[in-house]
């Protein structure tokens, strides 16, 4: 067997669009999305549109998976064929509490399962897994454009693994995360999609530092940072809105309590609005 | 953790094809993954689509598992193990919850491995498999046997309910990472498997903890994740015991092993012990030794700072009796 023919068994089947894009791929990608932000309202006052990346940061025990969750329900309900994707890399997300959120938002228990079913769940035991996932997510959003919501709970699960998998030099874990942030911010944007994603506070008390970095930071425009407090949890929303001039506007403040029932999350009374 | 090309990964990355790549500065299946195809043509000797097949390859064997939701749902569902203590058993919904990782923490001699023992014995009553990874040689088989007598099966019914559980000293986390990975590699072997405890995960953690190179923290986390993985391939409950200690001078107590820990478990039941021992108004059994609390700190599915009072008897762990439950005064 000659090597052009071995080559030839040895190649998959495979997509053989040339580059760039065709033109069902640009209608797709350029098509109007679902407004995802008219049931996440209770969440910030400024809904998120797609490019927005949200992240939600707390202690263990805080309630960030299940406010993510019902970012989840939200997305999958507001439209019958918006898909959503979940990367777990905590396994603390449950189907049966998913269902159960949906079927608050929906008005059968037929059309929450349909709605369930829209979800595609990414389950990575490692960081590398997880960052494959993403790239292959990348790709496929590329043709694709259905995906309206990205979850991924949380980017901090394997920190301490990669740490010390990546030498006592901190500067190639912080490459590592710098580069986890720069695919969730090409997602986010080359994807028209929303990003949600929990991280666990690494550090005691208010340090301000945090493994994903300076640049992951400013490319979040709304941070969500819970605290538990006397029996509920405090959310403080610090948001950036999307603007076209070159001098960002000062982030905006918004305090709010809330409480995690059987139902779902429950929100309690604004604390404090600064817009 | 960084995954490098190799031939094996697709028969298309020969040795030239990968030379060209590494002087390109692309060694490993992230760096391939994350190029643009257009790019990599002009990085080495592929055609474009043969670079589209190499892709696909390695998205397959390296990206996470895809699962519908649905599938999940459809699952058939494990009933909670209960140990025998209502109240105990109440604080998790009815027991330990298959497929999350649960953590019993507390000081020493609070009822941690009589808790252990309480499951691991309603597990083997059950029908199903128990593992034990002992750390503290504290796991006793022969109070395990005698649970299963009190609860009226013969010599002969015990010690065969006793040939499913299978009791391993681990001496280091090395060791229970190893063991964690033969049980989720060879799960036909431990078929039936229903519970995994490890008792302590503290006493094999905490003198890693002060290392150098963050390794302690490190395989913290690579069990933590191996645990929870197994727990949901397998369909069982983890079970760990854990220490607490002094979060601050003159603070409270907390969960041992730090920030690192503290994110990992499904759920977490804090134990305190009654420090008094005079007898108290309260009726309570013979024996029965002081009155504990379990109280659920943590948990993704039942409401946080319920607690149950329980005891610690001959027969197991049993009920304390509640404030109604009065001993009749003496005349």
Aim: charged content about 20%.
């Amino acid at each position: 067997m000659t090597s052009r023919a071995c080559r030839q068994v040895a190649m998959l089947a495979c997509d053989s669009s040339p580059c760039g894009e065709s033109g069902r791929q640009l209608l797709a990608r350029l098509a109007p999305r679902p407004d995802l932000g008219s049931v996440l309202t209770e969440l910030c006052p400024h809904h998120p549109v797609p490019g927005d990346i949200v992240e939600i940061s707390g202690p263990g025990g805080s309630g960030k998976t299940q406010l993510l969750m019902e970012c989840v329900a939200a997305a999958l309900s507001c439209d019958s064929t918006s898909a959503v994707v979940l990367l777990d890399t905590d396994r603390h997300v449950r189907m049966p509490r998913l269902l159960q959120l949906l079927q608050r938002h929906l008005p059968s228990a037929a059309a929450a399962r349909s709605a369930a079913s829209r979800l595609e769940l990414l389950t990575a035991t490692s960081s590398q897994q997880a960052r494959v996932a993403l790239e292959a997510l990348l790709a496929r959003l590329e043709e694709h454009a259905g995906v309206l919501l990205l979850a991924v709970d949380s980017l901090s699960a394997f920190y301490w693994s990669d740490r010390h998998a990546l030498g006592r030099v901190g500067e190639r874990a912080d490459a590592w995360y710098r580069q986890l942030g720069q695919q969730l911010v090409r997602l986010a944007g080359r994807g028209r999609l929303v990003v949600v994603a929990t991280r666990h506070s690494l550090s005691a008390g208010a340090t301000g530092w945090h493994h994903m970095g300076a640049e992951w930071s400013a490319a979040v425009t709304r941070s969500v940072c819970l605290r538990p407090q006397q029996g509920a949890v405090e959310a403080t929303l610090r948001m950036v809105a999307r603007t076209e001039v070159a001098a960002p506007p000062p982030p905006s403040l918004w305090k709010r309590r809330f409480v995690i029932t059987d139902e779902g999350v429950r929100w309690l009374e604004v604390l404090a609005d600064n817009e | 953790m960084h995954q490098y090309l190799k031939n094996k990964e697709c028969p298309l990355l020969s040795e030239d094809v990968l030379a060209e790549l590494k002087n390109n500065g692309i060694k490993t299946v992230l760096a391939f993954l994350s190029r643009d195809s257009e790019a990599l043509i002009h990085a080495c000797s592929l055609t474009y689509q043969e670079v589209v097949s190499v892709k696909k390859v390695l998205f397959a064997k390296y990206s996470a598992l895809p699962c519908s939701a649905t599938d999940l749902l459809d699952q058939p569902s494990v009933a909670p193990l209960a140990s025998g203590c209502d109240r105990v058993d109440g604080l998790l919904g009815g027991g330990l919850p298959a497929g999350d990782l649960v953590e019993l923490c507390g000081p020493s001699a609070v009822g941690k491995t009589q808790l252990c023992l309480a499951w691991a014995a309603a597990a083997l009553l059950a029908g199903a498999r128990v593992l034990v990874a002992d750390a503290k040689c504290e796991f006793s088989v022969a109070r395990c046997r005698r649970l299963l007598r009190r609860r009226g099966r013969s010599a002969q019914e015990c010690d065969r309910l006793l040939e499913r559980l299978q009791y391993a000293q681990v001496f280091s986390m090395q060791e229970l990472l190893a063991l964690l990975e033969a049980v989720r590699s060879r799960r036909r072997l431990h078929a039936g498997l229903r519970l995994l405890v490890v008792d302590s995960l503290a006493a094999l953690a905490a003198p890693l903890l002060a290392s150098p190179g963050f390794i302690g923290f490190g395989l913290l986390t690579d069990v933590g994740t191996t645990l929870k993985s197994v727990a949901a391939e397998c369909r069982l409950t983890a079970l760990v015991t854990n220490d607490l200690v002094q979060s601050e001078p003159g603070g409270g107590e907390r969960p041992a092993l730090g920030l690192a820990w503290l994110h990992v478990p499904h759920h977490r039941l804090l134990l305190s012990r009654e420090t008094s021992t005079a007898p108290g108004p309260l009726a309570q059994p013979p024996r029965a030794g002081p009155r504990r609390t379990a109280t659920l700190a943590k948990s993704i599915s039942a409401p946080c700072g319920t607690s149950a009072d329980f005891l610690v008897t001959g027969a197991g762990v049993e009920e304390a009796p509640t404030a109604q439950k009065r001993s009749a005064p003496e005349d």
